[in-house]
T-cell receptor, first 114, second 111 residues
Framework: NAGVTQTPKFRILKIGQSMTLQCTQD?????MYWYRQDPGMGLKLIYY???????DKGEVPNGYNVSRSTTEDFPLRLELAAPSQTSVYFC?????????????FGPGTRLTVL | GESVGLHLPTLSVQEGDNSIINCAYS??????FIWYKQESGKGPQFIID?????DKRQGQRVTVLLNKTVKHLSLQIAATQPGDSAVYFC??????????FGAGTRLFVKA
């Protein structure tokens, strides 16, 4: 199993551009999450999904959109990139939503908005 | 408000010594705590967890201690190795998706 994979690894955007961060998991996990990690800060939850077709906002959803058309994929969309969205983005998945179920994280996407 | 913080942002230890990484939490309702290891360029990796009905839990070379009286969590790594060099952060959970992650402590292991 590859686990959780993310593409791209790095990306530089200009202000106002849009892009999609890809996330795929092959563990047949129902729950998937998107976090951002700013320097010197803890992970912040952007969006999460409890299954295909179901998504919900996390702590910092503004400026982002997500979709979950399949169990495996959970892309994160930035429509109008802003410098405040410069961060490292992590996708994660877990078998269920119980906090006692381990979350498996992808390697991250480092995004810079200039 | 709710927060998870770390006392020391950087910790440097000699190879073979024991490491202790500390974490303070402020939400007395948190009932589940997790330690993660994050190596450079990688995503966080689960190390060990503990529920609030326990004071101590041991894994392979790692021990987590929970002191609910002072809202303090610590991760002890025995016989620290160069491969232990990473950022370690704690997280607390009050149920469901409400997991709060700390900023992290960078551990340097000197050979």
């Amino acid at each position: 199993n590859a686990g959780v994979t993310q593409t791209p690894k790095f990306r530089i955007l200009k202000i106002g551009q849009s892009m999609t961060l890809q996330c795929t998991q092959d563990m047949n996990h129902n729950y998937m999450y998107w976090y951002r990690q700013d320097p010197g800060m803890g992970l912040k939850l952007i969006y999460y999904s409890v299954g295909a077709g179901i998504t919900d906002k996390g702590e910092v959803p503004n400026g982002y959109n997500v979709s979950r058309s399949t169990t495996e994929d959970f892309p994160l969309r930035l429509e109008l990139a802003a410098p405040s969205q410069t961060s490292v983005y992590f996708c994660a998945s877990s078998l269920s939503g119980s906090p006692y179920n381990e979350q498996f994280f992808g390697p991250g996407t480092r995004l810079t908005v200039l | 408000g709710e927060s998870v913080g770390l006392h020391l942002p950087t910790l440097s230890v000699q190879e073979g010594d024991n490491s202790i990484i500390n974490c303070a939490y402020s939400n007395s309702a948190s009932d589940y705590f997790i330690w993660y290891k994050q190596e450079s360029g990688k995503g966080p990796q689960f190390i060990i967890d503990i529920r609030s009905n326990m004071d101590k839990r041991q894994g392979q070379r790692v021990t987590v201690l929970l002191n609910k009286t002072v809202k303090h969590l610590s991760l002890q790594i025995a016989a620290t190795q160069p491969g232990d060099s990473a950022v370690y952060f704690c997280a607390e959970n009050t149920g469901g998706f409400k997991t709060i992650f700390g900023a992290g402590t960078r551990l340097f292991v000197k050979a």
